[in-house]
Each structure stands twice: as C-alpha cells, then as structure tokens.
C-alpha cells in the first residue's frame, strides 16, 4: 500500500479539522472526527480499506479512550495519532502481510500510534503557541473599536496556524512516511528482536487507557463489579461488544430506576417541609 499525494492532503485537512475551533467548538472536531474510532474509518475510506481502517481505529483507541486535556495540558496528539499513526499503520500492516483482524497488526497499530501521538504533541503546541500572534491583533482590533475584525481572529487567522502545523506535517508525514515504513520491513524482519519488542509493547498499551479510565470512574472498591461485567461476559460466554452493551444498558436501566425510587421515596418529606414553609410565608405577609 503507498499513500499518494491527493490521499495525504485529504488526510492533512481532517487533520486540520479535526483540531480546528469552527468544528461546533472542537465538538464535531476534537471529540469526533479525532477520536481514532472514527478517524480510523475515515482513513479507511481515503486510503481504500475500510475494515484495515476501522481495526487500526479500535485498536488505537484503547490507548486513548480516557485522553483528555485539562488546562491545554496534552500528553498526546490525536490529530497526529488518527491522521498519521493510523495511516501508516495500515500502510506496515499490509506491507508485513499481517491479518488484519490479528494481534499483531493491533500491536503494531498501537505502537505506530503512541509513537506519533507522542510527537503530535509538539504540533499541538506549536499550533498554540502561533494563535497567541492573532490574540495579539484581536486585542488591538479591541483597543482601536474595530470588533468586526475579531471573526478573523476566531475563525480566520488560526487556519494558517493549521496550515503550517497541521496540514502540512499530516501530508509530509504521510506520504513519505509510508515509502519509509516500506523501507523497515526489508530492514527488520518479523522474527527479529526489534518487531518483537515492539509487538509486546504495543500489547500492553492498552492497559495505560484503562488505568486512566478507571481513575476517572472508580470511586471505591465496590465500582469494579459493574466494570468487569464486561470483561466476564467475553471471556465466559463469549459475546461480542453489540451484545455486552445491550445487556450493560439494561443493567444501567435497572439501577437507574432504583435510584430513582430512592429518590421518590423522600419526596412527601420535602413536601411536606415545602408546604410548611409556604404557610409560614403565607403568616408572615399576612
């Protein structure tokens, strides 16, 4: 598989949009389209293998299914990790002739990706750092009353920021990128130590994002028991993600309605309390 030119500026422009402000305030971009599920997918359709796309996609977003970024702080790109870890992670699948639907290929996938999204971060920072030269002309445009010129500054300007630290890196990357990636697999060989190494690796990156995950959603010992449903239902019954999620919503749906009838069972209290206080009132203006 090569990456031509035409296919590596499509994919630098989704990454421009993808961490572009105009998408619906990051919204559509950051929290959609740069997610490596759904880029995944996109990539596959630029790059003409959809289901090569779609399993590079899921397993790159193991790693990152808790990325998030307080105060601007980034510890990876998702711009770099879905437009150009993805890409030439299909392009090292299909070179090596991995199955795609194997471990292997969702090992080197994973690896390609945190290898990206690591130096995406410094295209992250760039970008920032070249939107602080147009806050500079919005605050002048403030001081001399010219606000018509502040939609520029939003939704203008910025685009050649992503120009410069998007688009173009994205096309770059890719595109020579893939005729490097080429180049390695004649040079280490699939039994070597290097690809080994790096397919262990690559395994166990996963467990970070869900470490991650589970920092966010555990509060105390009895949450892992609704976590590891999941986990028991694969493994025991063998069920694949459509099934376990119909039966978590059930389970969701459950205790959603007893904490809704908890809830309920207070409401004559505060009633009562209510109506009391109303009649006070109802003294007191009297």
Known sequence: MTISWLQAAILGLFACLCSNSCMAGQ?????????PLVGGLICGIILGNIPLGIACGVATQLVYIALVTPGGTVAADVRAISYIGIPLAMVAITSRGLNPMGADAANMAKSLGTLVGTLGSV?????????????????????????NRLYGVNFGWPWLSHLIFSFLPTMLMTHYGAQAVTTLRDALPMDGIPMKTLFIVGAMLP??????????????????????????????LHLNLVSITIISLLFA??????????????????????????????????
């Open 123 to 147: 295209l992250f920072y760039a970008v920032a750092f070249m939107n602080l030269i147009w806050q500079a002309f919005g605050w002048k445009d403030i001081q001399n009353g010219k606000l």
């Open 207 to 236: 467990c970070v994002g869900i470490a991650i995950l589970l920092r966010q959603i555990i509060n105390k010992a009895v949450d892992f028991i609704p976590f590891f449903v999941g986990f028991t239902l694969a493994a025991s």
């Open 27 to 35: 919204a559509v971009g950051n929290y959609t389209i740069g997610r």
């Open 253 to 286: 749906a459950i205790m959603y309605e007893i904490e809704i009838s908890k809830g309920s069972g207070n409401k004559p209290e505060t009633a009562t309390a209510s109506d009391d206080s109303d009649d006070d009132d109802d003294e007191e203006d009297i």
